[in-house]
Structure formats: structure tokens, C-alpha cells
Nanobody
């Protein structure tokens, strides 16, 4: 059974940094696309960043220049480096993986995005205090 294990969340002050990690368990081949989403308790899900199998990256404007998505193909692991964190970044963060190429990675980005995803992580909470 395949699952995504995401971790690395925590509580930081504004201006701080965190690195989220997502490790697929039960699959060894590279996904067509992987990405990070976040959701506030009373808000729509927001696609934050995505990366395709060629390494092309896509970002929401709200995080561009502060967040950086990367993947280590040797370790089959996805990362999200988050710098200059703001209170508005507070949310539950989820990683996602698509192994069928159903949705172009650019369409993973933004509020209300609904890509076809094969697997979701369980979520990791990020809290940024002012």
C-alpha cells in the first residue's frame, strides 16, 4: 500500500524558516508531478508549489521567492524550503503525488486547484507567530 509521509512542520516566529519533507512509502518510481498544498481551517485548499519529473517548478505568487520546492530522486523525497515565513503562511500543509500525468503541474497552483492526485500526505501543521 502506497502512502506519503510528510513532516517538518512546527511553530516559528515571523521571518523564520522551516523545511517540509515528503517521503513516498511503498513506491520506488518517480512521480509525474509532486507538490505541496496548504489549507486554513475555514478556507479552500491552495496549491503552493509543484515540480514535474523534469524538474520544472511552479509557485503561487504568495510564496514566490520565499518557498522553494525540490526533490531528491535518489531518495525519492520531496522538500519544501520555506523562508521568510509570515503569519499568513500558517496552515496545514499536505504533499501530493500524481503517478499518471493527469494534470499539468501548473494547474496545481492557486486557491481551489483540484488536480487529479493519486496520493496525499497526512498533513503537517505550520504555525507562524508575529
Amino acid at each position: 500500500q502506497v502512502r506519503l509521509v510528510d513532516s517538518g512542520g512546527g511553530s516559528v516566529q515571523a521571518g523564520g524558516s522551516l523545511r517540509l519533507t515528503c517521503t513516498p512509502d511503498g513506491v520506488t518510481y518517480t512521480a509525474h508531478c509532486m507538490g505541496w498544498f496548504r489549507q486554513h481551517p475555514s478556507d479552500e485548499r491552495e496549491g503552493v508549489a509543484s515540480v514535474d519529473s523534469n524538474g520544472f517548478t511552479y509557485y503561487d505568487d504568495s510564496v514566490k521567492g520565499r518557498f522553494f520546492i525540490s526533490q531528491d530522486n535518489a531518495k525519492n523525497t520531496l522538500y519544501l524550503q520555506m523562508n521568510s515565513l509570515e503569519p499568513e503562511d500558517t496552515a496545514m500543509y499536505y504533499c501530493a503525488a500524481d503517478y499518471t500525468g493527469s494534470t499539468p503541474p501548473a494547474l496545481w497552483i492557486g486557491y481551489g486547484s483540484s488536480p487529479i492526485v493519486n496520493y496525499w500526505g497526512q498533513g503537517t501543521q505550520v504555525t507562524v507567530s508575529s
